[in-house]
C-alpha cells in the first residue's frame, strides 16, 4: 500500500491561509485611508482628536491610572502564560506571534519618529506631540494575540479580546492614546500579525490522512491509497476505494477560508447577478454547493461525479467524498457523435436546474460513445435560463477547438432546437468566458466570431445579451467622482469654503449660477452650427452638462472633444463632419478668446501689458511633455509611416468639410454668436461672484483677467484646470487691485459655480444620457 503522504499530527503541518493575506491587506488598506483622511483634513481631525481628549478627562485621574496598571499587569502575563503554552505544545506559532509583536513595534516606533519629525497633523492629531511609548506596546501586544492564532481557540479568545480591550481603553482614558491612535495601532497591529501569519505559516488544522482514513472507514468506506498529489493543494485527496473506484476527498476548514475569494469577488462585482447566480464566498458553501450539483446531475442521468458521503469531521473540518466518473478526455478523433453527446449531457444537466460554468476540454470525458463531465467545481444548482445558455456558449467554444465550428454547430442542433439558436447567438461573447480568464476570452474571439458565422449566418444580426455588470465608462465614472472628492477635500482643507459662502450675497450667487448654465446652452450651440445636421437644443444642453463630470478624468479641452464627439456620432453624423465641426468650434473658440482680449486690453487704454499672467509651472511643463513626444514619434520610423498612412488621408478627408462649413456665413456667424455668448456668460459669473463679496473691479479690467485665466485653464493638462485657474484669476485680481481678501473667496465663489455645482447635474445628466443611447 502507498505510504500516506500526510502522517503526522494535527497542527504538525504548517500552511498559508489565503484569508490571512486578504485580511492583512484589507487592513492595511484602513489604516492608509486613516491617515489620507487625517491629512486631507487636518483641522477637523486635530479636533476630534482634542474633543474626545477632553471629554475623557472627566474620568477620576486616580480611576484612570489603576485601570492602566491593571491592565498593563494583565497583558504581560496574558504573553507570559500563553508563551509557556505555545512552546510546550506549538513552537512555530510562538515564533508567528513574538516576530508578529517584534515587527508592530518597529513599525509603530518608525511611524511615530517620521509623525514627529514632520511635526504636522498626523503626530498632533494620532499622538497629541506626546511619548509614542504606549502606542508601541499595545500595537505589539494586539499583533502578538493575531499572530499566535490563539482566538481561534475556545478557551482563549475570550481573554484575548478582553485583554486588549482593556490595554487600548485605558490607554485612552490616561490620555495615551487617540481615537485615531487606537485605530492606527490596532489595524496596523493586524496588518503585522496576518501578514507574519500568512509568511511563515500557521498550524493547519487540517486532520492527518490516518486520521481522515479511520473516520471515512467508520461511516463505511474504506479508502486505499490516500494521496493529495498536488502539494499546494493539500484539502483536496485522491485515493480509490477496495473496489478500485477511484474518490476524491474534499476538506474546507479554516485552512480554506479564503481561498478563491477575489475570484468569486471579481465575479460579483464584473456579472450582472442573472449571469453569476449567488456567489458562495466561504469554501464550506462552494463544497456544499458541488455536492449539491452532484446529486442532480447524478439524478438526471449525466455522467458527472457521484456523491459518496457529506459530513462534518470534528472540530471544524467539512468532508466531502466523491467518486470520479470513469472515461478519457474529449478528443478531435470522436468526432460529431461525441460533440453531439456532450450537447445531449449538458442538456440534461438543464433540465436539471444546474448550470455547470466550466465547460474546458479537460472537464469533458467520454466513456463508451457517452459524454459526460469530469467536475462539477464551479456548477451552480437552481441555475437561471441565462445562465445555462452562457453554458452552451462556453461548451460551443470548446467544441468548435476541438472539432471545428461546423461540427460544433451541427452538434448543438441535435440537443437544442432551432428556436433557441438566436438566443443562443446573444450570448456568443467573451465575456461569457470569464471563469476562464482574459487571456482564454482573447484567443476565444476568432472562434467565437466562426461559431456566429456558422450559427445564424454572415449576415444577420441579433441582438447582444447584456451580461456585464458594469462597463468600461462606469469604472470612468467611478474614476472621475474619486478625483472630483479628492480635489475638492483638498481645495476645501486649504480654503475657508464655509467662511466665504455665509459672507456671499446669495442674488448675486444666483446671477452667477445663471451666467454658468448659459454658457452650457452656447457650448451646445456652437457645435450645432457647424454640423450639417438638425440637433435636439434640450439634448445638446444636456450633452455638454455631462463635460462638467466628464472632464475630471481630463483636461477640460479633451473631456470636451471626447464627449461631443461621442453625442455626434450616435446622432448619425459622418467622421469627417464631427471632426471639422469639433475643429472648428475649436478654432474660433480660441480666436473669440484672443481678440476680446485684445479689444478690452485696447478700451482699457494699456493693452495686456500690465497684467504679468504667466503660466504655471506645471502648464509649461506638460506643454513641453506634449512638444517632446510629438517630436520622438515623429523620429521613429514607425511612427512616420503610421502618420502618413492613417493619420494624414484622414485629414486630408476633413479638408472638405472645413470649407464647406467655413463657406456658410449664417452658420460662421452662428458660430461665433455662440462663443460671444459663452464668454459673456462666463463673465457674467465672474463679476457677480465678485460682487457677492462686495469687490468691485473695473469691469473691462476683469474680463482681461477672465479670459486670461480662461486660457490659460484650457491649455493646463489638469481636470478642469485646477490650480492653475484660480493660481492665474487671484493673481490677476490683485493685480488689478482688488484686495487679497475679497479676491480669493470671489475666485472660490466663482469656482463653485462654474465648477463644482455643474459636477453632480454633469453626472446625472451623463448616466440618463448614456442609458438612452445618447452618449
Request: proline share 4%; glycine share 8%; hydrophobic share 55%.
Amino acid at each position: 500500500m502507498k505510504t500516506p503522504a500526510h502522517q503526522g499530527a494535527r497542527g504538525s503541518e504548517r500552511v498559508r491561509r489565503p484569508a490571512d493575506l486578504l485580511l492583512s491587506l484589507l487592513a492595511l488598506g484602513v489604516v492608509v485611508v486613516t491617515l489620507g483622511l487625517i491629512r486631507a483634513l487636518p483641522i477637523g481631525s486635530t479636533e476630534v482628536s482634542n474633543d474626545v481628549s477632553r471629554w475623557l478627562l472627566h474620568i477620576p485621574r486616580w480611576l484612570s491610572l489603576a485601570s492602566s496598571v491593571a491592565a498593563t499587569i494583565g497583558a504581560l502575563a496574558f504573553v507570559v502564560v500563553a508563551l509557556f503554552t505555545l512552546l510546550r505544545s506549538e513552537a512555530r506559532s510562538a515564533l508567528n506571534a513574538a516576530v508578529a509583536a517584534v515587527a508592530a513595534a518597529a513599525g509603530a516606533v518608525a511611524a511615530a519618529s517620521i509623525w514627529h519629525g514632520e511635526h504636522g497633523t498626523v503626530a498632533r492629531a494620532v499622538m497629541h506631540g506626546k511619548n509614542p511609548t504606549t502606542l508601541v506596546i499595545d500595537t505589539a501586544f494586539v499583533a502578538f494575540l493575531i499572530g499566535s492564532d490563539l482566538v481561534r481557540r475556545s478557551r482563549w479568545s475570550r481573554w484575548c479580546v478582553m485583554s486588549g480591550a482593556a490595554l487600548l481603553l485605558t490607554g485612552l482614558a490616561v490620555d495615551s492614546l487617540t481615537p485615531f491612535a487606537v485605530v492606527a495601532g490596532v489595524f496596523g497591529a493586524l496588518f503585522f500579525g496576518w501578514a507574519v501569519r500568512w509568511l511563515l505559516g500557521a498550524a493547519s488544522v487540517r486532520p492527518s490522512n490516518n486520521e481522515l482514513t479511520v473516520w471515512l472507514k467508520d461511516r463505511g468506506l474504506d479508502v486505499r491509497e490516500l494521496d493529495g498529489g498536488d502539494p499546494r493543494r493539500r484539502a483536496r485527496l485522491h485515493g480509490a476505494l477496495v473496489d478500485g473506484t477511484a474518490v476524491e476527498v474534499r476538506m474546507a476548514n479554516r485552512d480554506t477560508r479564503g481561498s478563491g475569494l477575489a475570484r468569486r469577488l471579481w465575479a460579483y462585482a464584473r456579472l450582472r447577478p442573472l449571469v453569476r447566480g449567488r456567489v458562495a464566498l466561504s469554501s464550506r458553501a462552494q463544497l456544499e454547493r458541488v455536492a449539491l450539483a452532484a446529486y442532480l446531475a447524478r439524478s438526471a442521468g449525466a455522467l458527472s461525479p457521484s456523491v459518496l458521503l457529506l459530513g462534518e469531521m470534528a472540530p471544524e473540518t467539512l468532508v466531502l467524498v466523491t467518486a470520479d466518473p470513469v472515461g478519457a478526455p474529449l478528443q478531435t478523433a470522436d468526432g460529431v457523435q461525441g460533440a453531439a453527446s456532450a450537447f445531449e449531457a449538458l442538456r440534461a444537466l438543464h433540465d436539471a436546474g444546474v448550470a455547470h460554468r466550466d465547460l474546458r476540454s479537460e472537464n469533458l470525458v467520454l466513456a463508451e460513445g457517452r459524454a459526460g463531465f469530469s467536475s462539477l467545481d464551479s456548477a451552480l444548482p437552481g441555475a437561471g435560463e441565462l445562465v445555462r445558455r452562457l453554458d452552451v456558449t462556453q461548451l460551443l467554444t470548446t467544441l468548435g477547438r476541438i472539432v471545428g465550428p461546423e461540427r460544433a454547430v451541427e452538434a448543438l442542433r441535435t440537443a437544442y432546437r432551432p428556436a433557441e439558436e438566436s438566443a443562443i447567438a446573444a450570448t456568443l461573447q467573451p465575456i461569457a468566458l470569464a471563469p476562464w480568464g482574459w487571456s482564454a476570452m482573447r484567443e476565444a474571439r476568432g472562434c467565437l466570431a466562426e461559431v456566429r458565422h456558422e450559427l445564424i449566418g454572415a449576415d444577420a444580426t441579433i441582438p447582444i445579451a447584456n451580461l456585464e455588470r458594469f462597463r468600461w465608462r462606469t469604472v470612468v465614472s467611478t474614476i472621475a467622482l474619486t478625483v472630483a472628492a479628492f480635489l475638492l477635500i483638498g481645495q476645501l482643507s486649504k480654503v475657508n469654503l464655509l467662511g466665504a459662502l455665509r459672507e456671499t450675497n446669495l442674488g448675486w450667487f444666483a446671477i452667477a449660477i445663471a451666467g454658468s448654465a448659459l454658457t452650457y446652452l452656447a457650448a451646445a450651440e456652437n457645435l450645432a452650427a457647424f454640423v450639417p445636421k438638425r440637433l435636439s437644443v434640450v439634448r445638446g444642453f444636456l450633452v455638454q452638462l455631462s463635460t462638467a463630470f466628464v472632464g475630471l478624468a481630463l483636461p477640460v479641452t479633451v473631456g470636451h472633444v471626447t464627449v461631443n464627439a461621442r453625442y455626434l456620432s450616435r446622432q448619425n453624423v459622418d467622421a469627417g463632419s464631427i471632426t471639422a465641426a469639433i475643429a472648428i468650434s475649436q478654432i474660433i473658440n480660441v480666436v473669440t478668446t484672443v481678440l476680446l482680449m485684445i479689444a478690452f486690453g485696447l478700451l482699457t487704454g494699456s493693452g495686456i501689458s500690465r497684467f504679468r499672467l504667466v503660466p504655471g509651472a506645471n502648464v509649461i511643463i506638460g506643454l513641453a511633455a506634449i512638444a517632446f513626444l510629438a517630436a520622438v514619434l515623429l523620429l521613429v520610423p514607425q511612427s512616420r509611416s503610421r502618420l502618413a498612412h492613417a493619420v494624414w488621408p484622414r485629414l486630408r478627408s476633413v479638408w472638405p468639410h472645413v470649407f464647406d462649413a467655413v463657406s456658410q456665413p449664417l452658420r460662421l456667424v452662428l458660430g461665433i454668436l455662440a462663443n460671444l455668448v459663452l464668454t459673456l456668460g462666463y463673465l457674467v459669473a465672474f463679476i457677480a461672484s465678485l460682487r457677492a463679496l462686495g469687490a468691485h473691479p473695473p469691469i473691462i479690467a476683469a474680463a482681461i483677467v477672465y479670459l486670461a485665466g480662461n486660457a490659460i485653464g484650457s491649455a493646463a493638462p489638469t481636470p478642469g484646470g485646477l490650480g492653475a485657474v484660480e493660481a492665474v484669476l487671484s493673481a490677476g485680481l490683485t493685480a488689478i487691485g482688488v484686495p487679497a481678501h475679497e479676491a480669493i473667496p470671489g475666485v472660490l465663489v466663482f469656482r463653485t459655480a462654474t465648477f463644482w455645482l455643474p459636477i453632480p447635474a454633469g453626472w446625472i445628466a451623463y448616466i440618463s444620457l448614456t442609458r438612452s443611447g445618447t452618449l
